[in-house]
Structure formats: structure tokens, C-alpha cells
């Protein structure tokens, strides 16, 4: 089958107490798995079979109709989560450093305005959705999306995105999506982060 639910790079239970055993479970194994297969199903007979999903979601648009809605969803699915458990860590948090934050400084006048940009845009996602950090034509930008929709539709390279969905933290934080958001960047891998943002530049 072309894609397959990455392994996580750490224990269900690493990233505790921000975000719990529980929801990683859930979310990793039976929320990607079901992108996935969804993805793998409506892939048939598309020629993307065995290609990255990024060059899929590039292509979406040359894709027949009735394949264009369910890959929007469960391969832009599949590909938001992929990156969404690698830009987590246990030992991550903190702020980034080198490039990367001379380029967030740059761009949103200090990490702390990036932050809280970042949260806004997560918190007033209506309903579903990504609240994400992009390199948009060479420029760092942040930016939110409904659904399972990837930046990479809109031509973006997402470099950092947080899961906004219930199912990302409805088990411990119920209702209170902002404190989801504040206590998530505790999980922030910051080296990932900046080994995404030097390919793509
Ligand atoms: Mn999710």
C-alpha cells in the first residue's frame, strides 16, 4: 500500500503531562490510520500510488473531480499528522535558535508575537482545522486552515503546524482550546522545525 502511519518517534506517554497517553493513542492510531486508509483507497488508479503525498497535494488540481475532495481530505490528512508527530518531542520547547529565529524575529518582530500569533490563529479556527508556520515564497508567514486542508494546496511549505480538530485534545482539555495551545508548545521540536526551514529555503 502507497502510504502507511509513520511509527511515532517516542513513547505514547513522552510528551505528558501537555499532551496525554490517551489522546496520542487515539489520535496516532485511529485517527491517522483512518486517513490513510482512505487516503490508500481513493489513491487507486490515480498514477500517485507510490509517490510522496506532497507531490500529490502539489498536483491535486490535475487529479479527476471525484478523487480531488476525498485526497484533499485523508492524504492532506495523512500528510498534516506525518509532520505534526515529527515536529513534537519530549525533550522539545524552549525557542528556536540560529536562523531560524533570526528569520521568526525578522518576520513577526519578536518569538513572543510569533507565539501569540500562532495561538490566535489556532483559536479562531472555526470549527476543524491547522493553525500552521509556512515559508510562502521564500517569506515566513503564519496561517490557518479548515478541515484537513495542507498549506501545500496554496503552494506553502508548512514548517510547523498544531492540530486545532477535538480529537487532538478533547480528552484533557475539553473545551479550552487556548490552553491546549499554550501548553503545546512545550512539545515544540525546534531542531526539526529548523531542518524543514533550511530545506525549503
Ligand atoms: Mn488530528
Do not use: C
Amino acid at each position: 500500500m502507497p502510504y502507511s502511519v509513520p511509527d511515532l518517534p517516542y513513547a505514547y506517554d513522552a510528551l505528558e503531562p501537555h499532551i496525554d497517553e490517551a489522546t496520542m493513542k487515539l489520535h496516532h492510531d485511529k485517527h491517522h490510520q483512518a486517513y490513510v486508509d482512505k487516503a490508500n483507497a481513493a489513491l487507486e488508479g490515480t498514477g500517485y500510488e507510490d509517490k510522496p503525498v506532497e507531490e500529490l497535494l502539489a498536483n491535486l488540481s490535475s487529479l479527476p473531480a471525484d478523487k480531488q475532495t476525498p485526497l484533499r481530505n485523508q492524504a492532506g490528512g495523512h500528510a498534516n499528522h506525518t509532520l505534526f508527530w515529527e515536529n513534537m518531542s519530549p525533550d522539545g520547547g524552549g525557542e528556536p535558535t540560529g536562523e531560524l529565529a533570526d528569520a521568526i524575529t525578522t518576520a513577526f518582530g519578536s518569538f513572543a508575537d510569533f507565539q501569540a500569533k500562532f495561538e490566535d490563529n489556532g483559536v479562531t479556527q472555526f470549527g476543524s482545522g491547522w493553525t500552521w508556520l509556512v515559508l510562502d515564497g521564500g517569506a515566513l508567514k503564519l496561517t490557518k486552515t479548515s478541515n484537513q486542508d495542507s498549506p501545500i494546496l496554496e503552494g506553502q511549505v508548512p514548517l510547523l503546524g498544531n492540530d486545532v480538530w477535538e480529537h487532538a485534545y478533547y480528552l484533557k482539555y475539553q473545551n479550552k482550546r487556548p490552553d491546549y495551545l499554550k501548553a503545546w508548545w512545550n512539545t515544540v521540536n525546534w531542531a526539526k522545525v529548523a531542518e524543514r526551514y533550511a530545506a525549503a529555503k
